[in-house]
Nanobody, 125 residues
Framework: VQLQASGGGLVQAGGSLRLSCAAS????????MGWFRQAPGKEREFVAA????????VYADSVKGRFTISRDGAKTTVYLQMNSLKPEDTAIYYC???????????????????WGPGTLVTVSS
């Protein structure tokens, strides 16, 4: 069971990036998935999550209205479209998966066994 994030890079403030998280080795089509990030010297924080069907999403207040989480038709790849990027969005972004997000997707994903290596996003001012 593997999750692989990609799409990070260097972008100027105000720009956009799209991150991808591809799942393999398991039946992730039925898993809820999400994104977290960790900036240098800071704790990991939740960014966004999506249910297995894609019908429900949740966002951190800091990214609401700028970031959009979605998943493909096969439901094995999750995307994070990031617009209007700010220098404070600079971080390593990680994707995670859980069998069910439940009533507290942040807590559920945080303790999940399914995490992928991160992808670095750097936003220059």
């Amino acid at each position: 069971v593997q999750l692989q994030a990609s799409g990070g890079g260097l972008v100027q403030a105000g720009g956009s990036l799209r991150l991808s998280c591809a799942a393999s080795g398991g039946t992730f089509s039925r898993y809820g998935m999400g994104w977290f990030r960790q900036a240098p010297g800071k704790e990991r924080e939740f960014v966004a999550a999506i249910t297995w069907s894609g019908a429900s999403t949740v966002y951190a207040d800091s990214v609401k209205g700028r970031f959009t989480i979605s998943r493909d038709g096969a439901k094995t790849t999750v995307y994070l479209q990031m617009n209007s990027l700010k220098p404070e969005d600079t971080a390593i972004y990680y994707c995670a998966a859980a069998r069910t997000l439940g009533s507290n997707p942040i807590a559920t994903l945080s303790v999940s066994s399914y995490w992928g290596p991160g992808t670095l996003v750097t936003v220059s001012s």
